[in-house]
């Protein structure tokens, strides 16, 4: 779906049958992903100023995100990261927003980031669950703040569940089916082999492909 308008662009500048259509969905097959990637850096630089950095520390950030993480992959690729990385951005951002102020229009942001970020990878609801814990620990002291929030981010929130049970019934025959019951099943690794893969391996390790991520941990 996010593919969508590239679709219809390609559709638009040439004809699908003609050689030359190849070349042009070289081009259009990205424009969702450029259009993320730029999405994403947006929002970092939005969460970093909230977070009290100064236009100067947040632009600094920023262009590490954008030109030294593997954003700058995600944001060339067709496939679903980059999307994933905004959402998740997008839902923290929203998050402490309604926390600074626990309103209905950072409410309803709250709930539609929520549902994005259910939609494009089933299991970061593990990341929802810890936002939700996150909020009623923030206003906890002001229950009748903690209810309208909840009630307005359900609202925005149930209509992305609704399509994602639809995806799950069409997808796999069940709406409470994701898709994970086999992949599970397979993952017997060791977690803290995982762990040393992710953050230390020599070959494919986070901080060997993203250097300035070491700066981060200093």
């Keep these: 779906i996010v593919?969508?308008?590239?679709?219809?662009?390609?559709?638009?500048v040439t004809d699908q049958r003609k050689p030359e259509s190849k070349l042009v969905m070289v081009v259009t097959s990205h424009l969702a992903s450029a259009f993320l990637g730029a999405l994403t850096c947006v929002?970092?630089?939005?969460?970093?100023?909230?977070l009290g950095a100064s236009a100067q520390a947040a632009s600094a950030g920023t262009l590490v995100l954008a030109f030294s993480t593997m954003i700058l992959v995600y944001a060339r690729s067709p496939y679903s990261e980059i999307m994933q990385a905004a959402?998740?951005?997008?839902f923290t951002s929203s998050l402490l927003a309604v926390i600074d102020a626990p309103v209905r229009r950072h409410a309803l942001a709250l709930g539609g980031w929520a549902a994005l970020v259910l939609n494009t990878k089933a299991v970061l609801v593990l990341a929802l669950f810890g936002?939700?814990?996150?909020?009623?620990?923030?206003?906890?002291?002001?229950?009748?703040?903690?209810?309208?929030?909840?009630?307005?981010?359900?609202?925005?929130?149930?209509?992305g569940v609704i399509v994602f049970l639809i995806y799950n019934h069409v997808r796999?025959?069940?709406?409470?089916?994701?898709g994970y019951g086999e992949t599970i099943s397979l993952l017997r690794e060791w977690p803290w082999t995982g762990l040393?893969?992710?953050?230390?391996?020599?070959?494919?390790?986070?901080?060997?492909?993203?250097?300035?991520?070491?700066?981060?941990v200093l």
């Design 131 to 159: 936002g939700g814990i996150h909020l009623v620990l923030a206003l906890r002291r002001d229950r009748a703040a903690l209810a309208r929030v909840i009630g307005w981010s359900l609202v925005s929130a149930v209509p």
């Design 87 to 90: 959402a998740v951005l997008g």
């Design 43 to 50: 929002l970092f630089f939005g969460l970093c100023r909230r």
């Design 196 to 216: 040393w893969g992710l953050f230390l391996s020599p070959g494919k390790s986070l901080f060997l492909y993203c250097p300035p991520l070491v700066i981060g």
């Design 172 to 178: 796999w025959g069940d709406p409470l089916d994701t």
């Design 3 to 12: 593919h969508m308008p590239g679709v219809w662009v390609r559709n638009v």
